[in-house]
C-alpha cells in the first residue's frame, strides 16, 4: 500500500518551532515532488511549500516565507517541514502530498496527489 504518512504535530506557544516529518511508505520518495499543505477550520486549504525531487529547488507561501524551511532526507524516505515562529494563525492539519509539476510552477499548489491523513498543529497564544 503506497501511502504519505505525517507526523511531529503537537500543541505549542506563539512564538515556537516544530517539525513535521512527511514520510513514504511502499513507494520511493526521492522520484516526486513533494508539497506540503495545511487546511485550517473554516479556510481554504493553502498550499505552503514545495520541494522538488532532489532537493535543489524549494518554494514557499508569501504567508510562511522566512518563518518555515522545506527539506528532504531521499536515504530516509522522508520529508520535512521546520516550522519555526509559530503563530496562532498556523494552527491547522498539515498534510503532505506528491506534487504534479515542477515546484517552480506557480499552480503547484493546485496539483498534486493523494494527501496523507495529516497531523494536527495547534499554536496557543
Known amino acids: 500500500q503506497t501511502q504519505l504518512v505525517e507526523s511531529g504535530g503537537g500543541l505549542v506557544q506563539s512564538g515556537g518551532s516544530l517539525r513535521l516529518s512527511c514520510a513514504a511508505s511502499g513507494f520511493t520518495l526521492a522520484y516526486y515532488n513533494i508539497g506540503w499543505f495545511r487546511r485550517a477550520p473554516g479556510k481554504d486549504k493553502e498550499g505552503i511549500s514545495c520541494?522538488?525531487?532532489?532537493?535543489?529547488?524549494?518554494n514557499y507561501a508569501d504567508s510562511v516565507k522566512g518563518r518555515f524551511t522545506i527539506s528532504r532526507d531521499n536515504a530516509k524516505n522522508t520529508v520535512y517541514l521546520q516550522i519555526n515562529s509559530l503563530k496562532s494563525e498556523d494552527t491547522a492539519t498539515y498534510h503532505c502530498?506528491?506534487?504534479?509539476?515542477?515546484?517552480?510552477?506557480?499552480?503547484?499548489?493546485?496539483?498534486?496527489?493523494?494527501w496523507g491523513q495529516g497531523t494536527q498543529v495547534t499554536v496557543s497564544s
Open positions: 520541494i522538488s525531487s532532489d532537493g535543489g529547488s524549494t
Open positions: 502530498a506528491t506534487v504534479l509539476v515542477p515546484c517552480f510552477y506557480g499552480t503547484w499548489h493546485t496539483e498534486y496527489g493523494p
